[in-house]
């Protein structure tokens, strides 16, 4: 490990650290009876955390409708998030444990990043909610990426705004497709098995917690530590 750089720990928000999975799955079955089409349980839990053209896409092509074109999809994945952010803004779901986290790292000389798939406004939203110390140096949301997840450009982004190499980097994550992009970005990742997963579909993360009480920056430095050995005995 490289002692002159500090530690950096990128998060995911949706189902990391705001406890979302119930309000987009609201928002998208909204979206789905505004139009006619419609989504399973299945599909949104497969598609969490990923772009909204793939969810859109898959919903009309289900239904036996068009896929959208370019502006049709831009409207209803505007609308789709506006439904989110009506019914999240009500009363914001941190999840348990987010703040004293960031905090701990914050104080224990870690550096703290976003990156997030949802589009901007979603993030703003979110970030006035779970850090409202301001701890996050760099957000990377799915407006600043042209991949998303489980591509790592998020990821490789926050990085290289953070000023630091993917070496340097553990992501917190909750669904397989960033636990998937932080491994091609050449980070470790830990995964929150928050609603809507499980253990055996996370398993590929270096750690599985329930809660983010489990972590602590101990913790994250020692996960870290043995990527960066690892790494070393491979090349």
């Keep these: 490990m490289n002692n002159d750089q500090p530690l950096v720990a990128i998060f995911d928000l949706d189902g990391t650290l705001a406890d979302s999975y119930d309000h987009h799955h609201i928002s998208w079955?909204?979206?789905?009876?505004?139009?006619g089409v419609e989504?399973?349980?299945?599909?949104?839990?497969e598609?969490?955390?990923?772009?909204?053209?793939?969810?859109i896409d898959g919903m009309w092509r289900r239904s036996g409708r068009p896929v959208?074109?370019?502006?049709?999809?831009r409207a209803l994945s505007d609308r789709k998030e506006q439904l989110f952010r009506d019914h999240a803004s009500a009363e914001f779901p941190v999840m348990n444990g987010a703040l004293e986290l960031l905090r701990s790292l914050h104080q224990a000389g870690w550096r703290l990043a976003v990156g997030s798939s949802a589009?901007?406004?979603?993030?703003?939203?979110?970030?006035?909610?779970?850090?409202?110390?301001?701890?996050?140096e760099a957000v990377v949301t799915g407006n600043d990426v042209s991949q998303g997840k489980?591509?790592?450009?998020?990821?490789?982004k926050a990085a290289e705004l953070m000023g630091t190499s993917p070496q340097q980097c553990i992501v917190v994550e909750d669904a397989r497709a960033g636990i998937e992009a932080a491994h091609r970005a050449g980070m470790p990742a830990v995964a929150l098995c928050s609603r809507g997963h499980?253990?055996?579909?996370?398993?590929?993360?270096?750690?599985?917690?329930?809660s983010l009480d489990d972590l602590n920056p101990q913790r994250l430095g020692e996960i870290l530590a043995g990527a960066i050995d690892r790494s070393r005995n491979d090349e």
Aim: cysteine-free; glycine content about 2%; charged content about 35%.
């Design 68 to 73: 959208p074109n370019d502006q049709e999809y």
């Design 150 to 156: 489980p591509e790592p450009e998020v990821f490789l």
């Design 29 to 35: 079955k909204l979206l789905a009876r505004e139009n």
């Design 47 to 55: 598609h969490f955390g990923r772009k909204n053209r793939e969810m």
């Design 198 to 210: 499980t253990h055996e579909e996370l398993s590929d993360a270096e750690l599985v917690v329930d």
């Design 119 to 136: 589009p901007r406004a979603n993030v703003e939203l979110t970030l006035v909610n779970v850090d409202p110390d301001d701890l996050f």
């Design 39 to 45: 989504v399973t349980d299945k599909q949104f839990h």
